[in-house]
């Protein structure tokens, strides 16, 4: 099969490996002119206007990686040898945890220190070395081509600007213009969900200084203030990242974290974050991004009876679904996308009704409840930040999620473990509160919460911070 993948991003290219490595002749399109640099450290200074998220913090989470070590181990392979490195959650347990002993599935829960511009750099190495793809940089695609549909028949794309292809992939991530190119080829339109998340962030890189050890990552290093939250990210050869998040209205720290300046007088405040800050730790290797539009967005290509919209196109990864950045789902999701629509196209053929139906179904199983997920925390993010009078039926839900559910994650192993399996992608958006005895270790807790010292401290008020700052 003839494929054309638009988009030379994490899900293009790892659609154009999945799908190559299967026989087939794809052909990338990148709209960026990104000539391939020499090492992980050049590939970190490509313009990419077309992915301005690249100079922002990225998770490559467990998922990601168990999938490259059982599907791709070259891939993982040629990472480690740019300077990624694993993660490997249960190493070093929050010393909360008094029960250290390893368990089964530990294994399992091990993720990637890798910038974006590495992996993507990593992936066009080896697609470039692979037979059957061809990458063009610097080209733009414009429209589909599709043969003309007859009255009430379903339009089938034939190719892109004029180069004929079998079936097109839109992975331009969640910019995408797919409803307009469908509806320009006279595909019914697509009913899409879209959901604001209402936040705005902040990211920042640096190095470790050579001949100096890094402070210890106790990870997810990341945490929730109410008006401020914040993570860091390890990066490959000794680079990681910093990066907040606000409300997207609040414009008085909108504007002060912007700066230099102010965006170091935060990480110094903050008390898992301080110590990666120290005088002659690590030294800026960038100013400060800013990231702004955040939505949740899925982009259904079939109708309300399972059909497609249209034959010979399907979308992956952000051009499909999009999840708020915040949660680091994004270049895993893609990833699974990508590999799921390879094995789709291997079970269907050339039957472009049934690939259609088969890739819906994947979506519908393995990314859309990770996109409800995203829009219902964003909800309950919200809600946590309110006032509730007692009587308001989600007050009571509120209190067990801050007395119960965060203190059972810093003190049991069960829930400390099945919160790294969500986290991670490793099991289903429910399964922290669908397991019986992870919420008998919940209730536990929120029944304890009179008998324990109070939540850390683990940063100043909103007001603390603006002192600092100014």
């Not at 467990?62 to 999938?67: G, M, Q, V």
């Not at 892109?160 to 969640?174: I, K, S, T, W, Y």
């Not at 008085?252 to 005088?279: C, G, I, N, Q």
């Not at 939505?295 to 399907?314: I, Q, T």
Request: hydrophobic fraction near 45%.
């Amino acid at each position: 099969m003839r494929i054309i993948v638009v988009g030379g991003g994490i899900a293009g290219l790892g659609t154009a490996l999945a799908c190559a490595r299967d026989g087939h002749q794809v052909t990338v399109l990148e709209r960026d002119d990104t000539p391939m640099p020499p090492d992980a450290d050049a590939a970190f200074g490509w313009q990419r206007t077309g992915a301005p998220q690249v100079r922002h913090s990225h998770a490559f989470l467990a998922r990601l990686r168990n999938l490259l070590r059982d599907r791709a181990p070259d891939v993982l392979e040629a990472l480690f040898a740019s300077g990624a490195a694993e993660i490997r959650f249960t190493d070093d347990l929050p010393l909360t945890l008094t029960d250290r002993s390893l368990r089964p599935g530990d294994e399992e829960l091990v993720a990637l220190a890798c910038r974006r511009t590495t992996f993507e750099w990593v992936l066009r190495k080896l697609a470039l070395a692979e037979p059957g793809v061809e990458f063009r940089h610097g080209v733009a695609a414009s429209a589909l081509d599709a043969n003309p549909a007859r009255p009430g028949a379903i339009p089938l794309v034939v190719g892109v600007d004029g180069v004929a292809a079998d079936l097109v992939v839109d992975a331009r991530g969640p910019r995408s213009s797919s409803a307009e190119w469908l509806a320009a080829v006279g595909a019914p339109p697509v009913a899409e969900e879209l959901n604001e998340s209402g936040i705005v962030y902040f990211s920042r890189f640096y190095r470790v200084r050579s001949g100096v050890e890094a402070p210890p990552y106790v990870g997810p290093t990341a945490a929730d203030l109410g008006y401020l939250k914040y993570a860091i990210f390890l990066g490959d050869n000794r680079t990681f990242s910093i990066t907040y998040a606000i409300e997207s209205h609040d414009d008085e720290l909108r504007r002060a974290l912007a700066t230099p300046d102010a965006f170091e007088a935060v990480a110094r405040s903050l008390v898992a974050v301080a110590p990666w800050r120290l005088e002659g730790v690590a030294d800026p290797i960038t100013d400060v991004h800013v990231m702004a539009g955040l939505r949740n967005r899925f982009r259904p290509l079939v109708g309300v009876d399972g059909a497609p919209l249209v034959h010979g196109f399907v979308t992956v990864g952000d051009a499909s679904v999009c999840t708020n950045p915040l949660y680091g789902r994004g270049c895993s999701l893609a990833f699974v996308h990508a590999f799921g629509l390879a094995d789709a196209i291997r079970e269907t053929g050339d039957d472009f009704d049934a690939l259609g139906r088969a890739l819906a179904s994947f979506t519908e199983r393995e990314l859309v409840p990770w996109f409800r997920s995203a829009v219902l925390q964003d909800e309950q993010a919200r809600v946590l930040r309110e006032e509730l009078p007692a009587e308001d039926p989600r007050a009571f839900l509120q209190a067990v999620f801050r007395d119960g559910l965060l203190p059972a994650m810093r003190t049991s192993p069960i829930v400390f473990r099945a919160f790294l399996r969500w986290f991670n992608l490793l099991a289903t958006p429910d399964a922290l509160m669908a397991d019986p005895e992870i919420v008998a270790e919940v209730l536990a807790a929120y029944e304890d919460r009179e008998n324990r010292p109070g939540a850390p401290v683990l940063g100043p008020d909103r007001d603390g911070l603006l002192v600092q700052i100014r």
